[in-house]
C-alpha cells in the first residue's frame, strides 16, 4: 500500500522524501475534513439564529388539536354525513393496521426509527438528483419533515422553507417520540379527494374501516401522499397500480413482507369502492342539522372540532319517506299535464355526439352498462308511428306505446269537463326531442326496450314524521330532489294551511265549553267590520252549499267552513291564538276571522308538532333532531332533556282525536281508512287549489304531508289535500307502521260518554231511540260530588 501510494503520488521524486510527504498530505486532509465541519457547524448555527426567530414554538403542538371532520349518526347510530374542512378521522397508532405502517415507512422514510429528524443520505441522493435534472424534483424530506411542512410551513419549493422544515423536524424529534410522530403523520397527511388522514382514506378509496384493509390496500393508501392527484385509482388506474406495487417491492426489500405475500400482492387486481358523491341518505335533514348546529357552535367549531352528532332520524323511515314523495309526486305532475321538453338534437348530424351525451347523462360509463327495469333514463326520439314513438337511449333502443303515455296532454287542458287523453303520440312529441322515460321491460329476443314517458315533476311536496312520546323527527323529507333545491319545504317553508288549521280553532272551542254535539247554523254570513283587513268578506264551503244546523262533529268531518268561521266568531280570536301558540306555533298569524279557514302561514313543522300534542294525550314535547352531541374526545356537550309541557288537558286531547279520527272514517280523510289501524287526520286545502295537506297520527306516529308549487300557482282542478297529500302520507305510513303493533289511542279519564240528540246537540234519554253517544269532557270532581252524576253542561249559544 506505501509502495503504491508513493508510486501513485510521488513519481519522480526521492524515495527518502515520500514519508514525509505523505504525513504532510495526511494532517493537510484531515485539517480540511475539520475545517469543512468547523464551517458546517458554523453555518448550520448562523443558519438557525437567522431563523429561528421566524419558526413557530414547537411546544405548542404538544396540545395541538387537528382539524377533524364533524360526524352525524342516525338514530341507530350508523354514520350518515360529516361536516368538514379536512375530511379527518383521527385514530391512534395501535388501532392502525402494521402493514399500512410498514407500507408507509418503505416508500417513504425507510430510516424513518434511526435518523434524528433530517436524513443526510436521503438529502445527498436528492441533491445528486436534483442536479442531474436542473430543477427541485426531489426533496428527500423524512416523515418528521413532511409533517413539520404540513403543520407550520406552506407547500413552496425553496432552499427557505427547506432550511426551516429541517430545524423543525429536529426539533419535533426531540419533543416526541417516534411512535408519536408517526402516528401523527399518519393522520395529518393528504391521501387526495378531500381526505386527511388513513381512517378517512380508507372509507373514501375502499368504502371501509382502516384495520380492515388488506396487505395490498395498504400498499396503496401508502403510496398516495406523493402524488395524490396523480396516483388516484379513480383518476389514474394504471399509474396507480404500478406506485402501488412499488411500494409491495419496498416492503419485501425491507423484509417487512415474505417473497410469498409480496407475489400474491403484485398478482392482485387493483379494486377500489365507489367514489362517495357527497350525498346522504336524508340531506334536508341533515341541512337542517347543520343550520342548527352552525347557530350554536359557529363554523369553526361545526367544521373543525371532530363533533359527534346523534340524531332521532330512522333511517329505514327516511328511505321510505322518499320513496313516497318521489313516487306520488310523478303520478300527480302527470295529472298537470305534459310539459314540452326544453331540448332536443338534430338526428341527422352526428348521431355518435348525441348518443355519448345520452349515455353521459343516463351515466353508463362502460360500454357494456344498459338499462335496467325501472331506471329512469333520458332518450331522444326518433321516429313517431299512429300508436308508438321510438327512442334512442344512447345506443340502446326503445319504443313507447300509446298507453303509456297518453297522459301527455297539454297542461290544463279540459274538453267537456274531462281531461283529453291524445290519440297519437305526434300530438305530444316531434322527432329529436330529448325526453325522460321509465323502463318497464326488455322486449324478447334482444327487441327494443319497453318504455313508458315521464318528465321531472315541477310540484313539490314536503313530508315530517315525528314520534310523539319523544319528540323525536323520525323523517324529513323537504322537496323533490335535494340537488336541484335545498330549500328546505318541510321546516322552511310558511304555507297556508287551510283546514289543516281547523283542529287548532276546535281545540279552544272545547277549552271555551263547546262539545263535538254543540250545533251551529251553517247559513250565509257576511263581515263588515273595520278591524277585519277587508271590507266585505262572505265565507263558503267547498261544496258552495249550506248544510242548516251542524254539529262540530259533523262540521271538523266534512271541513265546513262556515260553522269554523262562526266557531271563531263567537269563542274570540284571541283565544284561538293563544292555543295557537300553546301547541307550538310559532308564526306571526293574522288576527283575523280568515284564521279559522287557515289563512295565516304556518311551516310543516309547525302544524304538524301541534298535532302531536293530540297524539300524545295533551302533552307537548317540542319537536327534536338531535339525542346528544359528543367532543372529539367523548364527552358529552348536549344531551336532550325533552321540555314538556300541557297545553291541553287529556280530556280536550282525547275528543279532539275523537273527532279527527271522524275525519278518516267518514271525511275527507277516508282513503286513510285502509291503514288498517286506529288513525285521525285532517285534510287541507287552500284557494285555487294552491296547497295541499295532509296531517294524520297513530298513537305511536304523527306524519304532516305539503303538496304545492314554489310560486303558489295552482295544483289544478280538484287537487285537494285529500287527492295530492294523502297518497303520499299513506304510501309512507304503510311502510312506517308496517310490524307495529295496532294500538288503540290511550282512553282519558277526563271524558265522558252522554247520549244526546243529533238534532239539538242537547242531553236525551238513555231510551230515545234517535239519540246517539257522543265524548264530553268530564264534570270537574266537586261538580259531580254536588250533583250526584255527570251532566250536560249547558249548551253552547246557536248562531
Known amino acids: 500500500m506505501k509502495q503504491w501510494i508513493t508510486d501513485k503520488f510521488f513519481s519522480g521524486k526521492r524515495a527518502d522524501e515520500a514519508p514525509s510527504r505523505v504525513r504532510k498530505f495526511l494532517l493537510l486532509g484531515f485539517s480540511l475534513f475539520l475545517g469543512c465541519v468547523l464551517l458546517g457547524f458554523i453555518g448550520a448555527a448562523i443558519l438557525y439564529f437567522r431563523f429561528a426567530d421566524e419558526l413557530p414554538d414547537i411546544r405548542q403542538f404538544v396540545s395541538y388539536q387537528p382539524s377533524t371532520a364533524t360526524q352525524v349518526y342516525a338514530d341507530n347510530d350508523e354514520l350518515i354525513a360529516d361536516f368538514y374542512i379536512e375530511k379527518r378521522i383521527m385514530l391512534p397508532l395501535d388501532e392502525i393496521p402494521l402493514r399500512l405502517r410498514q407500507a408507509t415507512l418503505a416508500v417513504e422514510d425507510s430510516n424513518f426509527y434511526y435518523h434524528f429528524g433530517i436524513d443526510p443520505k436521503a438529502i445527498f441522493r436528492a441533491m445528486l438528483t436534483n442536479l442531474k435534472a436542473g430543477h427541485v424534483v426531489e426533496g428527500g424530506s423524512t416523515i418528521t419533515q413532511q409533517l413539520s411542512k404540513r403543520i407550520f410551513l406552506t407547500p413552496e419549493r425553496t432552499l427557505n422553507r427547506k432550511i426551516k422544515e429541517a430545524i423543525l423536524a429536529i426539533r419535533m424529534e426531540v419533543l416526541f417520540s417516534k411512535n408519536e410522530i408517526l402516528e401523527m403523520y399518519l393522520n395529518q397527511i393528504y391521501y387526495g379527494h378531500g381526505s386527511y388522514g388513513v381512517e378517512a382514506a380508507a372509507q373514501t378509496y375502499f368504502n371501509k374501516h382502516v384495520k380492515e384493509l388488506t396487505l395490498e390496500e395498504c400498499a396503496m393508501l401508502a403510496a398516495l401522499p406523493k402524488a395524490p392527484n396523480g396516483y388516484s385509482p379513480f383518476k389514474n388506474p394504471e399509474k396507480a397500480l404500478n406506485r402501488r406495487n412499488h411500494a409491495i417491492r419496498r416492503m419485501a426489500q425491507m423484509d417487512f413482507i415474505d417473497e410469498m405475500e409480496k407475489e400474491a400482492a403484485l398478482a ?198 315525528i314520534e310523539p312520546q319523544t319528540g323525536h323527527i323520525k323523517a324529513m323529507v323537504g322537496g323533490y330532489d335535494y340537488n336541484r333545491s335545498q330549500f328546505n319545504r318541510a321546516v322552511q317553508a310558511i304555507r297556508q294551511p287551510g283546514s289543516a288549521f281547523k283542529p287548532v280553532i276546535y281545540v279552544a272551542a272545547l277549552a271555551a265549553g263547546y262539545t263535538p254535539a254543540s250545533i251551529i247554523v251553517d247559513s250565509p254570513i257576511i263581515f263588515k267590520e273595520k278591524e277585519e283587513a277587508f271590507d266585505q268578506w262572505k265565507p263558503v264551503n267547498f261544496e258552495e252549499k249550506f248544510y242548516g244546523p251542524t254539529s262540530l262533529r259533523t262540521a271538523l268531518t266534512h271541513s265546513r267552513n262556515i260553522v269554523t268561521v262562526k266557531l271563531l266568531q263567537n269563542i274570540g280570536i284571541r283565544p284561538a291564538v293563544q292555543v295557537a301558540r300553546d301547541l307550538g306555533i310559532t308564526t306571526p298569524l293574522s288576527e283575523n276571522l280568515s284564521m279559522a279557514l287557515g289563512s295565516s302561514g304556518v311551516s310543516l313543522l309547525e302544524i304538524t308538532g301541534a298535532y302531536s300534542v293530540f297524539a300524545k294525550g295533551g302533552e307537548r314535547i317540542p319537536p327534536t333532531a338531535i339525542r346528544a352531541i359528543e367532543n372529539r374526545h367523548g364527552e358529552t356537550l348536549f344531551t336532550h332533556e325533552p321540555q314538556v309541557s300541557r297545553p291541553i288537558s287529556s280530556g280536550i286531547a282525547s275528543t279532539i282525536t275523537s273527532l279527527l279520527e271522524s275525519v278518516v272514517q267518514e271525511g275527507t280523510g277516508e282513503p286513510v281508512k285502509v291503514l288498517g289501524r286506529p288513525v285521525a287526520g285532517k285534510t287541507g286545502t287552500t284557494n285555487d287549489y294552491v296547497d295541499a295537506w295532509f296531517i294524520g297520527y297513530t298513537p305511536q306516529l304523527v306524519t304532516g304531508v305539503w303538496v304545492g308549487r314554489d310560486d303558489h300557482a295552482p295544483l289544478g282542478i280538484n287537487e285537494t289535500g285529500s287527492r295530492a297529500a294523502i297518497p303520499i302520507w299513506l304510501q309512507y305510513m304503510q311502510e312506517a307502521m308496517e310490524g307495529q303493533p295496532i294500538l288503540n289511542f290511550p282512553a282519558s279519564n277526563e271524558v265522558v260518554y252522554l247520549k244526546v240528540s243529533p238534532e239539538t246537540g242537547e242531553p236525551a234519554g238513555f231510551l230515545d231511540p234517535e239519540s246517539q253517544f257522543e265524548i264530553t269532557l268530564a264534570p270537574p270532581p266537586a261538580e259531580l260530588l254536588e250533583t250526584g252524576g255527570a251532566e250536560e253542561p249547558e249548551p253552547a249559544p246557536r248562531l
Open 268 to 465: 392482485s387486481e387493483l379494486t377500489v369502492g365507489e367514489l362517495p358523491d357527497g350525498s346522504n341518505p336524508a340531506p334536508h335533514f341533515v341541512e337542517h342539522i347543520r343550520r342548527q348546529l352552525l347557530d350554536t357552535y359557529g363554523s369553526n367549531k361545526l367544521y373543525r372540532s371532530g363533533l359527534k352528532i346523534y340524531t332521532t332520524l330512522n333511517l329505514e323511515h327516511q328511505a321510505q319517506a322518499i320513496r313516497a314523495v318521489r313516487e306520488n309526486l310523478r303520478v300527480a305532475d302527470k295529472r298537470y299535464g305534459f310539459r314540452k321538453p326544453r331540448k332536443t338534437v338534430d338526428l341527422n348530424q352526428d348521431p355518435d355526439a348525441w348518443r355519448a351525451i345520452l349515455r353521459k347523462k343516463n351515466q353508463w360509463q362502460e360500454e357494456s352498462d344498459r338499462p335496467a327495469e325501472g331506471d329512469l333514463l333520458y332518450g331522444a326520439v326518433t321516429d313517431l308511428d299512429l300508436d308508438r314513438a321510438m327512442v334512442d337511449l344512447g345506443g340502446e333502443r326503445g319504443v313507447i306505446e300509446l298507453a303509456n303515455m297518453d297522459w301527455a296532454r297539454p297542461p290544463n287542458i279540459k274538453v267537456d269537463g274531462r281531461w283529453e287523453r291524445i290519440r297519437r303520440p305526434s300530438k305530444a312529441l316531434n322527432r329529436g326531442d330529448v325526453i325522460q322515460v321509465r323502463v318497464l321491460a326488455a322486449s324478447p329476443e334482444g327487441g327494443p326496450w319497453s318504455l313508458a314517458l315521464e318528465q321531472e315533476p315541477e310540484v313539490e311536496a314536503g313530508l315530517i314524521s
